[in-house]
């Protein structure tokens, strides 16, 4: 594990390839793709995971009456989604994906917000397991029936009314992950019907200004990171992103710091660049 990794929130893939196998531990993949992309991740996943690792699909674990995408189901489908993969609450979960943090974030997140009390990401993900040659598992892989409780955190969890007044009145800091050009509004959004700009007052993160090689940089890149965009560490914060996956990288790296506390704003630009009630600022 690198230097400066905080060890409550990582394991290596040494750590998890001695404990693959204890009855108390699950692995999950948690891998998303972006649009436009052109990759399966379910498919991906079957062609090769970490043994034992079920497939966390955050699209299919989700709000299926809203238009947004991803959102968060309610506590009741979330848990007959656990059940069904085997995952109890009271698990210790390791959550891995195959590209740079993205989809694993967003799934450390989720499982903590309906009450997982142990969940940690694994360190260099699947690329690192990769190259040290451990072993690989195709198909989907099964385990025993598991009953999840769910202890839904809504404080964590930010609607468009609670961004609205942070916006207004800045009760709180708002980062957006987005890359600055959709932040500014010169990049037009990917999907489709959206407003390009961001939420008035808020500030700039680009995730990807926290990771290197598909890692959460060490202490002091993040740090920096933050500072450079003006954000207050001792003040409330609510992430942002496109769709709410790239924002959990974001509150990730602000606990890694020790930013306790981050709440997530679920509907992100999405929800925020279609509404036409609501401002935008650009440039």
């Known amino acids: 594990m690198t230097e400066d990794r905080n060890p409550a929130l990582f394991v290596s893939t040494e750590w998890l390839a001695k404990n693959l ?155 957006d992950a987005r890359a600055h050009g959709r932040f500014t509004g010169e990049t037009p959004e990917p999907r489709p019907g959206l407003r390009s700009g961001r939420i008035p007052q808020s500030l700039n993160v680009p995730w990807g200004e926290v990771v290197a090689g598909g890692r959460l940089k060490p202490d002091a890149g993040v740090k920096a990171a933050f500072a450079k965009a003006g954000v207050d560490l001792e003040r409330p914060v609510i992430t942002t992103c496109g769709s709410g996956v790239t924002a959990a990288i974001l509150l990730l790296a602000l606990e890694s710091i020790g930013k306790n506390g981050v709440v997530l704003y679920d509907g992100s630009w999405s929800e925020w660049g279609a509404r036409q009630d609501l401002p935008v600022a650009v440039g």
Do not use: C
């Not at 108390?24 to 043994?51: C, N």
């Not at 809203?66 to 007959?80: I, K, V």
């Open 21 to 175: 196998g204890a009855p108390d531990l699950a692995v999950i993949d948690g891998t998303f793709f972006m649009p436009g992309e052109g990759r399966d991740a379910k498919a991906e996943h079957f062609a090769g995971h970490i043994p034992g690792a079920v497939f966390f699909d955050i699209d299919a674990i989700a709000d299926h009456s809203s238009a947004l995408p991803h959102m968060l189901p309610d506590p009741s489908a979330f848990a007959a989604e656990m059940a069904r993969l085997g995952l109890s609450e009271n698990m210790r979960f390791v959550v891995y994906d195959s590209t740079s943090l993205m989809g694993a974030a967003r799934v450390w997140w989720t499982l903590r917000i309906f009450g997982a009390r142990d969940v940690k990401i694994l360190d260099g993900g699947l690329p690192q397991w990769r190259d040290e040659k451990r072993p690989l598992e195709t198909g989907a892989a099964q385990r025993p029936p598991a009953s999840f409780t769910p202890r839904f955190n809504s404080s964590g969890v930010a609607d468009v009314e609670t961004v609205r007044q942070a916006s207004a009145t800045g009760a709180a800091q708002i980062i």
